[in-house]
């Protein structure tokens, strides 16, 4: 069991949990970027998510320039910006103006990556079980790729692009075998789980050999995403290397695959508990490295490198701001524990919920002295498990406090659902001392309006 700890103060540095441009005022206050967290509150009501755009912007910059850096030598990378774990037009938009394309993984996702303004030549679509709906809107927008993940899939991609007299750019997603990552929920790149075509049993092959001989399809790339939350560079260079392999065995049959995507995962720290992890420019040089070695043993020629980090650019850039409702101290079997419930939960961030998730949070609208508590978290919802923080040590909290959640950006607000029918928080952009709402907060207005009787 861990040691129940405070939330560590804000310290501007990319791996202290807050995002770079939080800090705490002299009155005691969080602010960020120059916005004390009361104000917030005060505009836009609680529960909010404040999202450092500065920040979020520093960390998708990073990973263009460590890619760049570590693949000029090489045939050059792309950085797409995996829009499930937090999209919307503006920040489609940031990404663009970054240097990153955007991924895609829904006709949601692809018409907010082109409603805010990302033209179909730097957005690819994922997704298992894509509608033809999709297929066409991704075809029709000039899509960079559309990522396989069946046998199935490539002819109804085929007969999409063919009707509407085009040919169709794909990759094939690729199982390697190659397991990383937090949770069991989150590996993916195991055989027995339903994303990609298996290497080991030969369905990537047969995959490959039938979109090479497939008119209207035209094979870009393959593809390996292991999971999420990885905190080591093993796996990447591990999977890249099985990618490889199975490039080297197209090229032998005639069958040329210009690129090839390593996918997302790179891991981040949610409380002060966790591992730092590896920096982009580490991540990159493994990469890099991987498919250096590679080229030089079979004299191909480099593929161009993409890569698909989501959680790693958006995560610490958000923190998500509660009021304090109520309090209730139990006795536990391993001692004394409060209960501090706030005014969202399980519907503004499942991750607990749904795969035990930790974070932390501290009071955040005032300095708040006093001895520590064992703490725990919790939400308005009608479940025992609506758990936002299983455990932090808390100092004396009060009826109306601010509280904040950090490293909530990543698969909070897209995860987020109207449980309880509560509308969905607001996301408020801070920059320089301006606050912009990127999303609106919800209302039961909304709610009632789709209720049609
Ligand atoms: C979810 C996902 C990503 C992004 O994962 P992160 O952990 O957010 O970096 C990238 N690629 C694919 C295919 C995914 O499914």
Known sequence: MLETVAAP????????????????????????????VSLIAAQFGTPTYILDEADMRTRARAWVEAMEKAFTSLAGADVYYAGKAFLSKAVARWMMDEGLN???????????????????????LHGNNKSEAEIALAIDSGIAHIVIDSIPEIAKVACIASERGRSAPVYVRLTTGVHA???????????????????????????????????????????????????????FAEAAKVVLDVRAWAAQRGIEI?????????????????????????????????????????????????????????????????TVGTMKDVATDSGPRRYISVDGGMSDNLRPALYGANYTAAVVGREATGAGCRSRV????CESGDILVKDVSLPPVEIGDLLAVPVTGAYGRSM?????????????????????????????????AYDLG
Not at 293 to 309: K, M, Q, V
């Open 378 to 381: 919790v939400g308005k919802h």
């Open 416 to 448: 987020g659902s109207n449980y309880n029918m509560l509308p969905r928080p607001g996301v408020i952009a801070v920059r320089d001392g301006q606050c912009t709402v990127l999303l609106r907060r919800e209302t039961i207005e909304d709610q009632l």
């Open 258 to 322: 210009p690129e090839v995507d390593l996918g997302g995962g790179y891991g981040v720290r949610y409380t002060s508990q966790d591992a730092v992890p590896p920096a982009p420019e580490e991540f990159a040089e493994v990469l890099a490295q991987a498919v250096r070695a590679h080229c030089d043993a079979t004299g191909l020629p480099a593929p161009r490198i993409s890569i698909e980090p989501g959680r790693s650019i958006v995560a610490p850039a958000m923190m998500t701001l509660y």
């Open 181 to 235: 990552g937090g949770h069991d929920f989150i590996q993916t790149a195991h055989e027995d789980q339903k994303f990609g075509l298996s290497v080991t049993s030969g369905a990537a092959y047969d995959a490959i050999t039938q979109i090479a001989g497939t008119p209207g399809l035209k094979l870009m790339g393959i593809h390996s995403h292991i999971g999420s939350q990885i905190l080591s560079t093993d796996g």
């Open 102 to 124: 955007i991924d895609a993984a829904s006709e949601g996702e692809l018409r907010t990556a082109l409603a805010g303004g990302v033209p179909g030549s730097r957005i690819g």
């Open 9 to 36: 103060e804000p310290n501007g540095r990319p791996d202290g949990v807050w995002s770079i441009n939080t800090a705490r005022a002299e009155s005691g206050e969080v602010t960020v970027a120059g916005v004390p």
